[in-house]
């Protein structure tokens, strides 16, 4: 069992940053696949960052490429996503997920192990 424990999430105007952490206990995730999903009021859930295994190919949804940066720290057990330039329409719940095999899943289905979620509000 894997056990995601998400920070830093908050109230920020737009045009501001976060840092989102994904603390992972229970088992080490070096050889997992490791995900950020959202979920907007009415929306559904939808990954908008995957990392692989060794960081080395990463997935971003078109609505954050260039904005967002997803990266691990697998010494630290720890996920990470950068949020710049932050937009009203990013508001959401936002979710870290893992699975139990090494390649980047596309769908929430494909994952796993899910955290609490942080709440993230973008003010305009």
């Known amino acids: 069992q894997v056990q995601l424990v998400e920070s830093g999430g908050g109230l920020v105007e737009a045009g501001g940053s976060l840092r989102l952490s994904c603390a992972a206990s229970g088992r080490a995730i070096s050889s997992v696949a490791m995900g950020w999903f959202r979920q907007a009021p009415g929306k559904e859930r939808e990954p908008i960052a995957l990392?692989?295994?060794?960081?080395?190919?990463?997935y971003y949804t078109d609505s954050v490429k260039g904005r967002f940066t997803i990266s691990r720290d697998n010494a630290k057990n720890t996920v990470y996503l950068q949020m710049n330039c932050l937009k009203p329409e990013d508001t959401a719940v936002y979710y870290c997920a893992a699975r139990k095999v090494y390649g980047l899943g596309y769908h929430r289905d494909e994952y796993d192990y899910w955290g609490q979620g942080t709440q993230v509000t973008v003010s305009s």
């Open positions: 990392i692989n295994p060794s960081g080395a190919n990463t």
